[in-house]
């Protein structure tokens, strides 16, 4: 499937696990009839990956074009901290963000999704120059691709930055390069850091703001996850579709929303039970997308959510 299959139908899909080798990816992917998937280039708690060889490169591409899923992302390192002033970490978090990003290009994905960074220690000001700077420096690289730089909005705990429009807005004017970086907006990490996504209203102010300061004023991608905790509770905690505190209304609504046809829109929700889970998730969103009016009472809906919430 080209990404252009997925303007005709919501693309959605599931972060899926690289063990084995990571053109394995596909064939998780494939198996559960994702459009789009997400995977992390190595274990995302380590610095270091192994070595990937052009042959395996190849492969992926070649698996890439053949297995019918479209727009892939890589979810770069956790451990990456673009903000810290800490001279050690800038250099351990440079050196792992520059990987990833050629790495990235190599495999010829469409978007690295990196959380912006923290704070800790500093103004929010002069951490979102050292985010930017590391961030610039990268794009700088001379390496040949398309991938662009996804900066992802965080749940507002701690001193994450990216919790704001105003954040990710002052991020992306300092580092420039609007054609090689975008914005994935997270959905439980927008309703955590306060943003009630839940209704009509919320949704729209929300989105307008958000959509305004994205580079090219398009979000490029977005992670697809309930949140478990209330409005503003900061709280990077994600659940089941329809069973968290953002509810099914905002996933049926942001499937029809036109300003996201084609949008790679990847599920970040619990794996407790082998892909069980991320089954049914998928298949509470393939139901909300064929319906034209929101009907959360639709009896395959509520088998579905009961089916998740009762573990079996
Ligand atoms: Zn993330
Ligand atoms: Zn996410």
Redesign the pocket.
């Known amino acids: 499937m080209t990404p252009e299959t997925c303007l005709k139908s919501a693309c959605t899909g599931v972060h899926v696990s690289i063990q084995g080798g990571i053109s394995t990816a596909f064939d998780r992917g494939t198996a559960l009839g994702c459009r789009t998937i997400q995977i992390f280039s190595h274990s995302s708690r380590t610095w270091a990956g192994p070595e990937i060889s052009d042959s395996e490169i190849d492969r992926f591409r070649s698996m890439h074009r053949s297995m019918g899923i479209g727009p892939i992302l890589v979810?770069a390192s956790y451990l990456i901290n673009a903000a810290t002033s800490d001279p050690e970490k800038r250099k351990k978090s440079g050196k792992a963000l520059l990987e990833d990003w050629i790495l990235s290009n190599r495999l010829g994905v469409s978007g690295l999704?990196l959380h912006p960074g923290s704070a800790a220690g500093q103004s929010v000001d002069s951490a979102i120059s050292l985010a930017a700077e590391m961030i610039r420096e990268v794009l700088d690289w001379p390496v040949k691709g398309e991938t662009r730089l996804l900066l992802?909005n965080t749940a507002g705990g701690g001193k994450t930055l990216g919790r704001s429009p105003e954040e990710l807005e002052a991020l992306f004017s300092a580092i420039g390069h609007p054609s090689r970086i975008g914005l994935?907006l997270?959905s439980?990490?927008l309703f955590a850091a306060g943003f009630d996504v839940s209704g009509e209203s919320g949704y729209e102010k929300t989105l307008r703001e958000f959509c305004r300061v994205a580079p090219q004023k398009k979000v490029t991608a977005w992670?697809l996850?309930d949140a478990l905790f209330e409005v503003g509770s900061g709280r990077d905690r994600?659940t089941h579709i329809g069973t968290g505190r953002i509810g099914l209304w905002f996933f049926w609504k942001l499937l029809k929303d036109p300003r996201f046809e084609g949008c790679p829109m990847?599920l970040?929700t619990p794996k407790t039970d082998g892909d069980r889970e991320d089954r049914l998730n998928l298949e509470t969103l393939s139901i909300l997308g064929r319906q034209s009016v929101f009907d959360a009472g639709e009896p395959a809906l509520r088998a579905t959510l009961s089916a998740l919430a009762g573990g079996r």
Do not use: G, R, T
């Open positions: 979810h999704v992802e994935c997270d439980c990490h992670h996850n994600h990847i970040e």
